[in-house]
């Protein structure tokens, strides 16, 4: 009788040991450890090594997650929509400020067609435009075509940084720091009406001596400006640019360094997946990954 009593009160404690060490394991695998590492790294923790294999094992189940990921319902109301190439990413600001990595998709290039197919999937998936704002992106040709396609109604912005680079490939390098503060005075305008005073202001100084950098600008104006017709400062500093994206594709390059090359798709979609989904549980918006971790 004692030693049941004894098994009963054993066996849930073994199994929350393990459901923390999995969880663990998952924890530093998303901060960018590599599996032999991670191994290492629980030894004093055990006393008894843990296997690569092991480890690798564990992160493997992550890849059922991911494809639930790809699969599940849209149901949040976005205020403005990210999207950015490399890998073709959506990310979606809330009413409330959140920012959240609604999907992913590699893709073997930024064409007009790979664009559509992922963003008829969100689209099908629930991503509608009734709530939407404003379109973010960083000007890719194949996106830019895609976007009228399935969200051929929300006004698009179309990155400042990227094109004030743009414009300065038409400047002679003597003459940056003239030409930087006239296009920054059109991107922190506070309201549509000041944008356009600057933008005019900028074509009639620079347009004899540097008519293609004034063309390169004022061939995009409508998509340029449409920042500032949103009211609230603090959102039009924030939407100018795919900044959002960016930074977490920074995040993702400094956490999948020390792991090397990726070996394989699958292996690429296991990071993206994890990494992603660690920065929206910062944002305090759960995926899958807290599920997996969780249920282990």
Known sequence: MLKSVHSLWVYPCVLNLFHRLYRMILALFVLGISTRKIAQALLPVLGEPVSATTVSRVAKSLDTAGAAFHRLPITRAYRF??????????????????????????????????????????????????????????GGKGL????????????????????????????????????????????????????????????????????????????????????????????????????????????????????GVFSDRTSMERILYAVFSYENLRQGLATPFLAVTQNY
């Open 81 to 138: 929509l990210i999207f950015y190439g490399v890998v073709l990413v959506a990310l979606g600001i809330t009413p409330e400020g959140r920012k959240e990595l609604i999907d992913f998709a590699i893709a073997p290039g930024e064409s007009q067609e790979a664009w559509e197919v992922f963003l008829t999937d969100l689209y099908q998936r629930g991503l509608i435009k009734e709530a939407v704002e404003l379109i973010v992106t960083d």
């Open 144 to 259: 830019l075509a895609a976007i009228p396609t399935v969200y051929p109604t929300i006004p698009i912005q179309l990155c400042w940084a990227h094109t004030s680079r743009n414009v300065l490939n038409y400047v002679r390098k003597a003459d940056w720091e003239a030409v930087k503060p006239d296009l920054h005075a059109i991107q922190y305008a506070s309201g549509i009406g000041k944008a356009q005073r600057p933008m005019g202001a900028f074509s009639r100084k620079w347009e004899h001596t540097y008519p293609q950098a004034v063309s390169c600008l004022r061939s995009d104006e409508e998509e340029l400006l449409s920042f500032s017709q949103i009211k609230e400062p603090s959102w039009r500093l924030q939407i100018r640019t795919p900044n959002a994206i960016e930074r977490r594709f920074r995040e993702l390059r400094l956490r999948t360094r020390p792991m």
